[in-house]
């Protein structure tokens, strides 16, 4: 069974702070990495995507990725009481077949 | 911007009987993708479709469940006798030219199993 492990939180951080969000997987042989944001009742939102080793920026979102150790991590800078929501990741190792995390629920206090 | 859309909304159906969830993907996407998610859970992949044909399917997806593109729009997840416990949010998604591309969701179907 592919294993995609979340801390499911609550994570709560102040307005304005740095959220972290981890990720670990147990496929050695994952290629693509997600992260997607779930408001409740509503669908998952792509936030990013990563494939290689390293960090990628977009914004205020940076994805961290690291093979050899097998975790993906999210930061979120500046954070804002709209960042508040579900954050799932999401891998896959063929392109055709994605394993989710049970989420991490991120609480950003004004 | 482009949208998955999904019809309907909300679906109540008797255990038993059949259900049909549509979905209309982005236009210029090549893979389509079902998922469902029980009430508080994570979401689980149910079946991938690329180029008229099944991909990869999950434990889930067993012989109470098809896919069918009946025509250049839309993609739709049949599951033909209902138990309790299908009952879940089922989501559509597709993706562009690579297996590999991020998915963008439609907003689900709320499928409820009396």
């Known amino acids: 069974q592919k294993e995609v492990e979340q801390n499911s939180g609550p994570l709560s951080v102040p307005e304005g702070a740095i959220a972290s969000l981890n990720c670990t997987y147990s496929d050695r042989g994952s290629q693509s990495f997600f992260w997607y944001r779930q408001y409740s009742g509503k669908s998952p939102e792509l936030i990013m995507f990563i494939y290689s080793n390293g960090d990628k920026e977009d914004g205020r979102f940076t994805a961290q990725l690291n093979k050899a150790s097998q975790y993906v991590s999210l930061l979120i800078r500046d954070s804002q009481p709209s960042d508040s929501a579900t954050y799932l990741c999401a891998v896959t190792n063929t392109g055709n077949q994605f394993y989710f995390g049970t989420g991490t629920s991120l609480t950003v206090i004004p | 911007e482009p949208e998955v859309t999904q019809t309907p909304s909300h679906q109540v159906t008797q255990m038993g009987q059949e259900v049909i969830l549509r979905c209309v993907p982005i236009?210029?996407?090549?893979?389509f993708y079902w998922y469902r998610q029980i009430l508080g859970q994570k979401v689980e992949f149910l079946v991938s479709?690329?180029?008229?044909?099944?991909?990869?399917k999950s434990e889930i997806f067993d012989d109470q469940f098809s896919v069918e593109r009946p025509d250049g729009s839309n993609f739709t997840l049949k599951i033909r006798s209902t138990k309790l416990e299908d009952s879940a949010m089922y989501f559509c998604?597709?993706?562009?030219?690579?297996?590999?591309?991020?998915?963008?969701f439609g907003d689900g179907t709320r499928l409820s199993i009396l």
């Open positions: 236009s210029n996407h090549l893979y």
């Open positions: 479709f690329y180029n008229n044909e099944i991909s990869e």
């Open positions: 998604a597709s993706s562009g030219t690579g297996g590999h591309q991020p998915q963008h």
